[in-house]
């Protein structure tokens, strides 16, 4: 620990919002945390707004079925805007990506797709990130597009 | 707990989060339209009907496990590969169990209720 947090945890943010000379594995990398965050961010206030399904925070015994659904009505009626929407197709491609992108890391973690060692040489590009990696990589791409797409077409009707 | 323990629990949560996250993705967006499927009651797949429905409730509720998890040892993963310390990694884990321990009382008070709601 020669560095103040601040410091570490500025230069760790910089590392991933600064994409200079990145190659693809490391792209692969800054876009599986920087989705995971929006993910969590849209898990934690997905449980917040479902609690209100049953009338909210201060809800801890079964309540009338009218006054739950007063309250889930109206929250229903506060989040249906067209900025939450476009937010909800931001979380659809960043949920789409981190899925795909998931099963990749998790195929690797267990050994998979990883291909032989090899001689590292120049231009020293990550030997692990194989074809079928960058495959995979690219269809993670691809399904959070198709399902960007999909979701403006439910929230927008394109 | 071992950090490979850990590691090997994010990695089954993901895959559990998958299925269960699949379910739930297909019963609001798959099974009619997505506008009837959030509102309070009348449709087949609406709020209250899947909340009712044992299997679905079910897989809602481990859903909420699965992702609970996930999510906080992501969070936890990324705050741990910023800066380390055993103060530090104390201290990022102790209030991320808190915070997943809260979030998984109010996410099953949710299922338990709107489950039981007459």
């Given at each position: ?16 919002f ?13 876009l599986?945390?920087i ?11 997905h ?10 925070l201060?809800?801890?015994t ?19 805007n067209?900025l ?14 981190h ?60 | ?11 089954i ?26 509102a309070?009651?009348g ?30 040892n992501?969070?936890?993963v ?41």
């Amino acid at each position: 620990m020669t560095e103040p947090l601040t410091t570490e945890l500025k230069k760790a943010l910089y590392g991933w919002f600064y994409p200079y000379k990145y190659s693809l594995e490391r792209w692969a990398y800054a876009l599986q945390r920087i989705s995971g965050i929006a993910v969590a961010g849209y898990f934690l206030a997905h449980i917040v707004e479902t609690g209100n399904v049953v009338g909210g925070l201060d809800v801890w015994t079964v309540p009338s079925a009218s006054t739950a659904r007063d309250v889930w009505t109206a929250t229903f009626r506060f989040l249906d805007n067209p900025l939450f929407d476009a937010g909800l197709i931001v979380i659809g491609f960043m949920l789409a990506y981190h899925t795909v992108n998931g099963i990749r890391l998790t195929l690797t973690e267990f050994g998979f797709l990883q291909g032989r060692p090899t001689r590292p040489d120049f231009p020293y590009e990550p030997k692990s990130f194989t074809k079928a990696q960058r495959a995979l990589f690219w269809l993670s791409v691809l399904f959070a597009a198709a399902t960007a797409v999909y979701a403006l077409n439910v929230f927008f009707g394109v | 707990m071992k950090e490979s323990t850990k590691m090997l629990l994010h990695y089954i949560t993901g895959i559990g989060i998958v299925v269960a996250g699949g379910v739930h993705v297909f019963t609001v967006f798959f099974t009619g339209p997505y506008l009837q499927n959030l509102a309070f009651n009348g449709g087949p797949y609406s709020v209250i009907a899947v909340y009712r429905n044992l299997l679905l409730a079910a897989t809602l509720e481990l859903l909420l496990i699965f992702v609970d998890y996930h999510a906080l040892n992501g969070i936890r993963v990324i705050l741990i590969e910023f800066h380390q310390g055993t103060n530090w990694e104390r201290g990022v884990s102790w209030i991320l169990t808190v915070t997943g321990i809260l979030l998984l009382v109010y996410g099953t008070r949710t299922i338990l209720i709107a489950n039981a709601l007459a």
